[in-house]
């Protein structure tokens, strides 16, 4: 099926990139640091409250943060080494891999990181070892065959986002609900976000024979799929406010209701309305802020 027409938005051409911009580029470095930030508020904010920094930033925990963000950054070397063609229409500006980093090199780093993640999680527990190779072979089967899927793709990255909020709970053993609901919000917040990058990405994918979801459907339809999940999100967090009003914690009922709720609500209008490839960047770039205050609502549990 044809892609529709979205139009680009004119960007004026970038400088080429230093060899630190390239690498950060190509590993993602504002995503890790952001996975990094909500392993340390995971364990921290919900599942030791009471317990010192020395007992938080235990050698045990700074393997595993370790461990996890190996795994991430492989995962993203193994997506660009393979989507060479398709980001080179998609995101040209932000080509890395086969323009300012050799394949060969980005397959030998990719390697060599998800063996460290899976050897360090497994040298710490079998259970953490299990869950980072599952994690390592569904990145790589997501670059290869997954994402090109429709809604195989999505619900792939969503699962592994949830695993990450899961992994400081799989190493301690707290039983901790919130952690749950957390992994939740995030595996739902992902999906929606997952599903606008294909409708941004529809012009490189249609080229190379992808079955994402708007490929398949068509763009109305997917929308219709996203504000799903987006109200599945929207009723979770609804949920919990109402739970949090009733135990009177304020700080961060009041936190979630203007930092994740209210921008929910946007971005629901904001999806029916949008008919264009930046209004998707836009409402994108929107998941990942309302992620964000998702993660620093942690230092208000309690």
């Known amino acids: 099926m044809a892609a529709p027409d979205l139009p680009r938005s004119n960007q004026p051409p970038m400088a080429e990139p230093g060899p630190l911009r390239r690498l950060?580029?190509?590993?993602?470095?504002?995503?890790?640091?952001?996975?990094?930030?909500?392993?340390?508020?995971?364990?921290?904010?919900?599942?030791?409250?009471?317990?010192?920094?020395?007992?938080?930033?235990?050698?045990?925990?700074?393997?595993?943060?370790l461990a996890a963000l190996s795994i991430a950054a492989a995962g993203y070397i193994i997506n660009d080494y393979y989507d060479v063609k398709i980001d080179a229409i998609n995101r040209p500006d932000r080509l890395v891999v086969g323009k300012g980093v050799n394949r060969r090199h980005a397959m030998v780093a990719h390697l060599l990181l998800s063996g460290l993640g899976v050897l360090v999680s497994g040298a710490l527990s079998p259970l953490l070892g299990l869950v980072n190779l599952g994690s390592a072979l569904l990145l790589w089967g997501y670059s290869v065959r997954f994402k090109r899927v429709a809604l195989v793709g999505n619900v792939s990255i969503a699962a592994l986002t949830a695993a990450l909020v899961l992994l400081p709970e799989l190493q301690l053993r707290v039983g901790t609900k919130p952690v749950w609901l957390y992994a939740l919000a995030a595996f739902l917040l992902t999906v929606v976000r997952e599903i606008l990058k294909d409708i941004e990405?529809?012009?490189?994918?249609?080229?190379?024979?992808?079955?994402?979801?708007?490929?398949?459907?068509?763009?109305p339809r997917t929308k219709w799929v996203?504000?799903?999940?987006?109200?599945?999100?929207?009723?979770?967090?609804?949920?919990?406010?109402?739970?949090?009003?009733?135990?009177?914690?304020?700080?961060?009922?009041?936190?979630?209701?203007?930092?994740?709720?209210?921008?929910?609500?946007?971005?629901?209008?904001?999806?029916?309305?949008?008919?264009?490839?930046?209004?998707?960047?836009?409402?994108?770039?929107?998941?990942?802020?309302?992620?964000?205050?998702?993660?620093?609502?942690?230092?208000?549990?309690?």
Do not use: Y
Request: hydrophobic letters at 60%; glycine letters at 6%.
């Open 24 to 65: 950060a580029l190509l590993v993602r470095l504002p995503n890790l640091l952001i996975m990094a930030l909500c392993l340390l508020l995971v364990r921290k904010a919900l599942l030791l409250p009471q317990a010192s920094w020395a007992q938080v930033l235990a050698p045990s925990f700074a393997l595993l943060a």
């Open 201 to 219: 990405d529809m012009r490189g994918d249609a080229e190379h024979d992808c079955h994402t979801l708007p490929l398949v459907v068509g763009v």
């Open 226 to 302: 996203a504000a799903f999940f987006l109200a599945c999100l929207g009723v979770l967090i609804i949920g919990v406010e109402k739970v949090l009003v009733e135990t009177e914690q304020w700080a961060l009922a009041g936190w979630l209701f203007l930092l994740v709720l209210v921008p929910l609500g946007w971005m629901a209008v904001q999806l029916r309305r949008a008919d264009r490839r930046r209004h998707f960047a836009q409402l994108s770039t929107g998941c990942k802020l309302v992620m964000l205050a998702g993660v620093l609502s942690m230092l208000l549990v309690g």
